[in-house]
């Protein structure tokens, strides 16, 4: 089957960095979003991945290494806003998105 | 704001009551999605519609009825829900087909209780 790793719940501190892992088994590979969802929000794009490496925006990073079905979401300079639930997707062979269960960051003062 | 809107935001109701969620984007996107958003599980594809035709269904109850009259507008009609039904339901939509890697954006949801 098709899955999915993310882990349920990270706590980092505000100012600090946090790296956020994604490892997936898919049929085939078009894809990895990352995707940032406040409480009682909608999900909003951060970022897309298809060839390894990594990629920056701002203070966010996204890597992924398709060799090992791995990614990771980096966070720096934490800010209180940054609290939310972070969402891995990866598009298979046929186009479809398979999600992740969503890793909660608690982000402390 | 991501362009997708849904109504209602919040929404109780009776095993027997029928309700709908409807769901726009402002966009200009072709496809659109409902999917299911339990707590600490992955997001449950429902539908997908590209250019207003249905093209795929996730073996979703007959309980659960889309609806696309056009390519801006979605609609979920409800019917004789389980309590099990309870959850949020999000609203998408993806510029071009949906067997592409477009990205897709959402709305902020409909919390749907079910007593």
């Known amino acids: 089957g098709q899955n999915i790793d993310q882990p349920t719940e990270m706590t980092a501190t505000e100012g600090a960095i946090v790296q956020i892992n994604c490892t997936y088994q898919?049929?085939?590979?078009?894809?990895l979003f990352w995707y940032q969802q406040h409480a009682g929000e909608a999900p909003t794009f951060l970022s897309y991945?298809?060839l390894d490496g990594l990629e920056e925006k701002g203070r966010f990073s996204s890597f992924l290494s398709r060799s090992k079905g791995y990614s990771y979401l980096l966070l720096k300079e934490l800010q209180m806003k940054d609290s939310a639930s972070y969402l891995c997707?990866?598009?298979?062979?046929?186009?479809?998105?398979?999600w992740g269960a969503g890793t909660k960051l608690i982000i402390k003062p | 704001e991501t362009g997708v809107t849904q109504t209602p935001r919040h929404l109780v109701m009776g095993m027997t009551n029928k309700k709908s969620l409807k769901c726009e984007q402002h966009l200009g996107h072709n496809a659109m999605y409902w999917y299911k958003q339990s707590a600490k599980k992955p997001l449950e594809l429902m539908f997908v519609y590209s250019l207003e035709e249905r093209v795929e269904n996730n073996s979703v109850p007959s309980r659960f009825s889309p609806e696309c009259p056009n390519s801006s507008h979605l609609f979920l009609h409800l019917h004789t829900l389980q309590p099990e039904d309870s959850a949020l339901y999000l609203c998408?939509?993806?510029?071009?087909?949906?067997?592409?890697?477009?990205?897709?954006?959402f709305g902020p949801g409909t919390r749907l209780l079910v007593l």
């Open positions: 898919t049929s085939g590979f078009n894809g």
């Open positions: 997707a990866v598009k298979d062979s046929n186009y479809q998105l398979i």
């Open positions: 998408a939509s993806s510029q071009g087909g949906s067997g592409g890697v477009e990205t897709q954006y």
């Open positions: 991945n298809v």
